[in-house]
């Protein structure tokens, strides 16, 4: 054996073990973006995907729940909806009448936390049941409902301080919210709070948020759009929901540390 071959064999073990060092080390990171985004969508009727109901003239198709599975199944992204809200199947606000055009249910993606009638308050007495879910990302919505009360921004701010406290290394969207088929300053307001200090207030903390403008898509030419509304009154149409889809996949798309699972 020549000099060389004996100092091979030297090294050769070493530069081994080393390589085999890095593998394990970065094994967990392949592991955890091989696994799929456990996303919840969370909040009211919205989330649900209310239409015109009770009356459910207008089909339900799951809101922008559905939208936003076509986008991140085409995009690439393994994901999986969770939470456990039986709505509408329960019959809350009367159950819809058609056949879904794409039924989350034959999916297992019919998961999420909205819930017909929920204000902050009760989205904030609700975050065990979210945290409990394991999500790695939350899609919230809420204060429709609150009929623009100054305690809407107060309980949103401890919704994002609980779950935070609970999970702190999870990711969170809030949506800046839909308007009502009439104007309020109040829903303005709100949304004013969500995007200039509510959000960037988190953000300096280092959580990992973000925000997203659900308000714009009932507007057309600037102004709140009736023909948007499928009840007149607050719920989206399908045009709408499906622009809160993509408005959602955007958020999803630009959020840092999910484009691994592309």
Not at 71 to 95: C, E, H, I, M, T
Not at 184 to 189: P, S, T
Request: proline residues 7%; contains cysteine.
């Amino acid at each position: 054996m020549n000099m060389n071959s004996m100092n091979i064999n030297r090294i050769l073990p070493h530069w081994i073990a080393v390589c085999l060092s890095g593998l394990i080390a970065l094994a967990p990171a392949l592991a955890q973006a091989d696994k799929p985004i456990r996303i919840l969508c969370a909040g009211d009727s919205i989330t649900v995907g209310c239409t015109d109901n009770p009356k459910w003239q207008v089909p339900f198709e799951f809101g922008y729940r559905s939208g936003l599975y076509s986008r991140l199944l085409k995009g690439g992204y393994r994901f999986q909806f969770v939470g456990d809200s039986p709505q509408p199947w329960n019959g809350a606000s009367g159950k819809p009448t058609n056949e879904p055009v794409l039924d989350l249910r034959k999916f297992d993606q019919d998961h999420h936390r909205g819930y017909s009638g929920a204000a902050t308050a009760g989205a904030l007495a609700a975050v065990r049941n979210w945290i409990a879910d394991d999500p790695d990302l939350i899609l919230l919505m809420v204060g429709i409902n609150d009929g623009g009360k100054p305690e809407a921004k107060e309980n949103l701010n401890k919704i994002l301080q609980a779950v935070f406290a609970a999970k702190p290394g999870v990711g969170m969207i809030v949506a800046q919210i839909t308007p009502k088929a009439k104007f309020v300053q109040a829903i303005m307001d709100y949304n004013t709070y969500i995007r200039e200090t509510l959000v960037p207030s988190f953000q300096a903390q280092g959580r990992r948020i973000t925000t997203v403008d659900q308000y714009a898509n009932l507007l057309k030419d600037g102004a709140i759009d009736p023909s948007l509304f499928s009840n007149g009154i607050n719920h989206p149409g399908p045009v709408a929901y499906d622009r809160m889809a993509q408005t959602w996949y955007e958020g999803i798309r630009a959020f840092p540390g999910l484009q691994t699972n592309l």
